[in-house]
């Protein structure tokens, strides 16, 4: 399942204080409805209802969300740039980019994303393993072979999740150091058990 510009960045200087504080209150409803769907989706199949008409309408709704967030979180990229802390604060700017993330069938989009998140990290406006996720992400839905090694796959011959192909595997934990983020395996691990009752239902 996928889960499913001309750019016009503003000065984060030039928004009102009432301003930011609105986008930071829209990209939380949107992160908050995003979240409940994709949730009622993990416990409906962790509660082994593969691929039962419940489970295809959580699909079918989560993919219409993604879909209404796509032009709405194409505005606000015209208008703002990437979101960064100063304009939408920590969660504001976090939340924007996870629902980013979840825009698996716009790439075009997603890389657009990328391009001005990267100036925002460099400015440290913006989470660096959030960006790190991002740039896997968009690597993966490309069909290429990831940098961190974010992006996972379910083993169902091992039932263990295991990440994608990674470039250059024995760097890989020098370059997530570099973002902030834990070793491979000590995400593997999280990972495993974090999904433990959704990979005891497939054995």
């Known amino acids: 399942m996928r889960y499913i510009l001309v750019i016009l960045a503003l000065l984060p200087c030039l ?54 967030n796509n032009a709405v979180l194409k505005g606000i990229l015209k208008q703002y740039g990437f979101p960064g802390y100063k304009v939408a604060g920590i969660e504001g700017s976090d939340n924007f980019w996870l629902l980013a993330q979840h825009q698996d069938e716009d790439t075009a989009f997603q890389n657009e994303v990328l391009a001005l998140m990267k100036k925002a990290v460099d400015a440290k406006d913006a989470t660096p393993s959030k960006y790190a996720m991002l740039v896997d992400r968009v690597l993966v839905n490309t069909g290429k072979k ?55 239902q497939k054995k």
């Open 15 to 68: 928004h009102s204080s009432a301003q930011d504080t609105a986008l930071a209150g829209r990209l939380h409803r949107m992160y908050t409805t995003d979240q409940q769907a994709r949730a009622a989706l993990n416990n409906m199949r962790t509660n082994n209802n593969g691929d039962s008409p419940e489970v295809k309408a959580l699909i079918a709704n989560i993919t219409a969300i993604d879909k209404e």
């Open 146 to 200: 990831q940098l961190y090694g974010t992006q996972f796959i379910l083993n169902r011959e091992q039932n263990i999740f295991q990440p994608h192909p990674v470039e250059d595997s024995l760097s890989v934990n020098v370059r997530r150091a570099a973002m902030g983020l834990p070793t491979l395996e000590e995400n593997l691990q999280q990972m495993n058990e974090v999904y433990k009752n959704y990979l005891e």
